[in-house]
């Protein structure tokens, strides 16, 4: 129905509002990669696990994803730039370039990395936890974790192991950027020690060195551990490692004993050497136990087998129990010494009269006049006194 000529038009004041509400809710978001799964959206969680097809890291990640978790995949070399826009060919991004500037999860457990190249993080200016774990790390760059200034938690448990001691020189050489560190895992990665530049990071508040290769921790790591200014020292975890109970474990057992608290798993720590003390709680040891073979200086050397404190109180019962007897004996002996005289004198009289009686008895068998007569001839005939022949 048309409106009447002089009547005004009436218009719902609210419609152009309900427009653009629509049309802000009917924007498309910010599209999930490819082979990815998005929780809650980019902001919170993204997730990729694609198994052996996903051979590089996504690039159509959202600029505003604030987790990243890549598991399952093949990634094998993380190139330089991997995450601002570098590719598989070894193609760097174009420098300064930031595509997640609010990453601060970085998660890549379980993907075959096998090599970390330098700057193979560069453009990941807020990333604050990044977890390597649970891959056969082979190589890492000196520069690998460079342009991570603001990194808090590193994680490499079970990554370490195939790589050897040039490994672990890389890794000592990698962390020293990392000043902001403060949490270091290290876990199960047969460790026979503790990479000097992780032990010297100013702000580290835990260090896991759990289920390693470590006999002990010496003086100068000892030392290391300690921090100067106020800064808080950090917790070191050390359980499951084959600890050797000889004198160069005396220094630990000293640091043990004066700050548990910075061990958790201190009442868990045992000794794998010697065979004496073999799964004996560290804390429990004496260090007057704590010997090595003289001329050992160094603590190098083999450790004395020491008898455990049972056996030596066996030892020590079954001596006195021998004493007491031998004492027991003694005191027979003297209480009864007259008896035991008599008795030994006529033992002597009883050997003196047998000696007697086998001497008479061979004197008699020795006199002639008691010869005994020849028998006759078996074929001779006896003949009788009255037969006349």
Known sequence: MAPRVGQPEHRCPLLPGLLLVAAALSRPAAPCPFQCYCFGGPKLLLRCASGAELRQPPRDVPPDARNLTIVGANLTVLRAA?????????????????????LTALRLTHNNIEVVEDGAFDGLPSLAALDLSHNPLRALGVGAFRGLPGLRSLQLNHALARGGPALLASLDAALAPLDELRLLGLAGNALNRLPPTALRRPRLEQLDASLNSLTGLGPDELHALERDGGLPAPRLLLADNPLRCGCPARPLLAWLRNATERVPDARRLRCAAPRALHDRPFLELDEARLRCVDGDTDGRGEEVELASPELEASYVFFGLVLALIGLIFLMVLYLNRRGIQRWMRN????????????????EQDADPRRASAPTAPAGSRATSPGSGL
């Open 82 to 102: 991997a995450f601002a826009g570098g590719d598989a060919d070894g193609e760097e991004a174009a420098a300064g370039g930031v595509r997640l500037p609010l």
């Open 347 to 362: 033992l002597r009289e009883a050997c003196r009269d047998q000696m007697e009686g086998y001497h008479y008895r061979y």
